[in-house]
């Protein structure tokens, strides 16, 4: 089993429509999860971070991380054409000693239709 | 202004040559990273670094080789023995303290094998 993983998509959705991102991993012990948006051709830029058990909302975006399922999910309210991005999730993994190590699954790329 | 940058943006590459990728930030940031993206797949850890003139291999080190002699700099050089070294390169760095583990990434390089 792959230590995080996400549907490679495309998950299509019209503009205003809520897309809604789902991620899971298989460590317990994790303590950190993110949530990157990738855009073509360019590098990953942070948008939510969330390390308690629940939602967290910033904006737009809604983070909701269920331990108990080892579940995180990502929702977007009133999508945009701007949100068509590929979507990586990441979880912050013990490594050995003091050590993290980030693991990033393949990402889903969401389309939004106008 | 503050930052990541990562240099040449595209790098071309002949067999059996070595090539090295520049890696500065000015975040004061203790840890950096290099990882490398294939198309339709996640980040892989290359080499890692929490502190100057100390690094360590991450899940694909075979083929690269890394320096760490000052904070602000983590070059990575692909040499010859990485048989398939065309990718997207990604360096990342780590602001650490409890709950402050989040990696901002440079822009990448992009290197293509000729």
């Known amino acids: 089993q792959k230590e995080v993983e996400q549907n490679s998509g495309p998950l299509s959705v019209p503009e205003g429509a809520i897309a809604s991102l789902n991620c899971t991993y298989s460590d317990r012990v994790s303590q950190s999860f993110f949530w990157y948006r990738q855009y073509s051709g360019k590098s990953p830029e942070l948008i939510m971070s969330?390390?308690?058990?629940g939602d967290k909302e910033d904006g737009r975006f809604t983070a909701q991380l269920n331990r108990a399922s080892q579940y995180i999910s990502l929702l977007i309210r009133d999508s945009k054409l701007s949100d068509s991005a590929t979507y990586l999730c990441a979880v912050m993994f013990p490594w050995g000693g003091a050590t993290n190590k980030l693991i990033f699954g393949t990402g889903t790329l969401l389309a939004v239709q106008p | 202004d503050g930052g990541i940058t990562q240099s040449p943006k595209y790098l071309f590459r002949k067999e059996g040559q070595n090539v090295t990728l520049s890696c500065e930030q000015n975040?004061?940031?203790?840890?950096m990273y290099w990882y490398r993206q294939d198309p339709g797949q996640g980040l892989r850890l290359i080499y890692y670094s929490q502190i100057v003139n100390d690094f360590q291999k991450g899940d694909i080190a075979e083929g690269y080789s890394v320096s760490r002699e000052k904070k602000e700099s983590f070059p990575l050089t692909v040499t010859s023995a990485q048989k398939n070294p065309t990718a997207f390169y990604l360096c990342?760095?780590?602001?650490?303290?409890?709950?402050?583990?989040?990696?901002?990434f440079g822009p990448g390089t992009r290197l293509t094998v000729l």
């Open positions: 969330i390390y308690s058990n």
């Open positions: 975040l004061n940031h203790d840890a």
């Open positions: 990342a760095s780590l602001a650490g303290g409890p709950l402050s583990d989040t990696q901002y």
